[in-house]
């Protein structure tokens, strides 16, 4: 098993296919998406292959140390970063194969229209925390 | 965890499989019977810290079976069917060692995928609770529970009956030792420990091969870490840490297995550790043997890591030109190819080339520790002689 974080970005992915922002969606497109995303949750649960899931804000702010005893420097939002997570889900599965799966199907939640939105999810791997004991 | 409580969770382990064989007896199947001794075990580990029983298979026994009884009445009243459980067991026959045997390959039947064979063992054989599991590969107790019920489900047309492929158990075994431990239970001792307990119940020198490899990997295991959760290779280890009594039990283990002649891969794997265990000193390794078993390995197995592992033994037997030699013939795309080529360049004097594919092999890491490992290996060869190279512009 192997876990992936499938990324959902705010901005810096490219474009995705039904590209209508969602506050112009209708109501009923809105609760249809989002009961899509709690039905392929739950259904990873089923699975046996659900880890997390979590909904970012789209702003916050940037924090750095800033040298003994003083507390730290904050800064931004930036608006000209790029790169804008927008949430993620964590899942534990047996192959590459099935997470990128995995992904395509949560890709193909509905938006406007009620047409899959097609949009563009970042894959990646975990990096585990032990090597495997035989060397 | 006090020291009592922990005697009684080992007690508790080894108790499990005998005591879902005598729920198997009196009729429950075994998806049911399972999670009536999960239950019984739970509520072992609530009660006897306080109130010890006098019989602790009895009691186990007991419980379970009346978790199995009302568990059945519950199914029965939701279908509105007639109650048909028997109030009093029926006495069936004892448990024989034959019962555990065939719940290691009701475990790893085929048909179930190899992390959840590995969950159902570790529950259904070990003992360990759902919570523990699912602690030890860092996913949501639900999740975990979910894996183990689907496993159950999946298995629950196998006949409890049929002799089942020891190979496929084996696989499940080693795949739990080398998740190694963390959270709070320790799965390489506890794979050892169900290894043990299947070499009791069955002969077979792959078995006895497999728990040597496992004793001679375990007996590494102070070495093998820095203080700092660093990776120490091999070459490097404080040897007086390694453990003589299990290299010594390990080599035993072998040595009466490779007597009978049926040669498998794990006997072969551990073959290799057991020449890297007779070396005083990294510098007095066999390394000739050690090809010569890798040819035993390459022969039996056709993998292609174990090519990659044999190109490391030849460059240490016949020089890093004779290791490169044998890695040239290989795909590069190999797990941990770069990481060979990296350690046969430097060895071969070639630090710039080295220094480079070590941070390649970095980023195609696929864990933390091994990472920081190549990372540190290439930063060591770009900042010799207080030099800087690299990233930061410097002047090598």
Redo the contacts between chains.
């Keep these: ?1 192997a ?1 992936y974080l499938l990324l959902k970005h705010y901005r810096g992915a490219p474009a995705p296919v039904n590209d209508v922002p969602m506050d112009q969606w209708t109501p009923q497109e809105i609760s249809a998406h989002v009961r899509y995303m709690n039905d392929f949750a739950a259904r990873l ?8 899931g979590q909904a970012l804000a789209p702003e916050g702010s940037w924090v750095r140390y800033d040298g003994e005893g003083r507390p730290p420097v904050t800064d931004g939002p930036f608006a000209e970063t790029k790169d804008l997570i927008a949430g993620w889900m964590v899942i ?1 599965v ?1 192959s590459h194969e099935r997470a990128v799966e995995l992904a395509g199907e949560l890709s193909a939640a509905p938006g406007a229209g009620g047409r899959p939105i097609h949009e563009w999810l970042e894959v990646r ?1 975990f ?9 | 965890m006090d020291e009592a409580l922990t005697m009684d969770e080992a007690l508790l382990r080894a108790l499990t499989p005998r005591v879902l064989a005598i729920l198997g007896r009196r009729g429950a199947g075994f998806a049911a019977a399972e999670d009536a001794v999960q239950d019984a075990l739970v509520e072992a580990v609530r009660v006897w810290p306080d109130d010890p029983p006098r019989d602790p298979q009895g009691w186990l026994v007991t419980v379970a079976w009346r978790r199995f009884l009302d568990a059945t009445r519950a199914d029965t009243a939701r279908r509105r069917r007639e109650d048909r459980a028997e109030e009093e067991p029926p006495p069936g026959p004892a448990p024989s060692v034959d019962d555990t045997l065939q719940l290691y390959f009701l475990c790893a039947h085929p048909s179930l ?4 064979a590995v969950a159902l063992t570790l529950r259904a054989v070990g003992g360990l609770t759902t919570r523990q599991i699912a602690q030890a ?4 107790e ?7 019920s ?1 496993a159950k489900r999946t298995v629950s047309g196998v006949r409890f009956d049929r002799p089942g492929d020891v190979s496929t158990v084996l696989r499940v075994l080693y795949l739990a ?4 431990y ?1 959270g709070d239970v320790d799965l ?1 001792a506890e794979a050892i420990r169900l290894t043990r307990q299947l070499a009791a119940v069955i002969d077979h020198p792959e078995v006895a091969g497999l728990l040597s ?1 496992m004793l001679l ?2 007996a590494r ?1 102070a070495a ?1 870490t820095a203080p700092d959760g660093s ?1 120490v ?2 070459a490097e280890q404080d040897r007086s840490r390694w453990d003589t009594g299990l290299i010594a039990e390990g080599v035993g283990i072998l040595q009466a297995a490779l007597a009978r002649d049926r040669l498998g891969e794990f006997q072969a ?1 551990a073959a290799v550790a057991a020449l890297h265990a007779d070396a005083p000193r990294a510098e007095e390794t066999d390394w000739t043997q050690i090809v010569e078993w890798y040819d035993e390995l390459v022969r039996l197995t056709g993998s292609p890591v174990v090519r990659l592992n044999r190109a490391v033994a030849v460059g240490e037997a016949d020089g890093p030109r004779a290791g490169l030699a044998e890695l040239a013939r290989l795909d590069d795309s190999l797990p941990r190819y770069a990481a060979v080529a990296a350690y046969l360049h430097e060895r071969d004097g070639d630090a710039g080339t080295a220094a480079a594919l070590y941070a390649e092999a970095a980023l195609k ?7 920081d490992h190549l990372t540190r290996q290439a930063a060591r060869l770009n900042t010799r002689g207080g030099r800087r190279s690299g990233v930061e512009g410097g002047d090598a």
Excluded: C, W
């Excluded at chain 2, 590969?137 to 949501?140: E, I």
């Design positions: 098993m876990k649960e089923k699975t046996g292959e659900f880890v997390d534990d047996d791997p990096l585990t925390a032990h090597p495997t004991v035989t060397e | 995928t190899p992390a959840s590969y860092v996913v949501p639900a999740t975990m529970a979910q894996r183990i689907r030792f080398n998740e190694g963390s390489a490899l990997h375990h295991r093998r990776l290779p091999l794997q890491a696929s864990n933390l520790a091994e990472r």
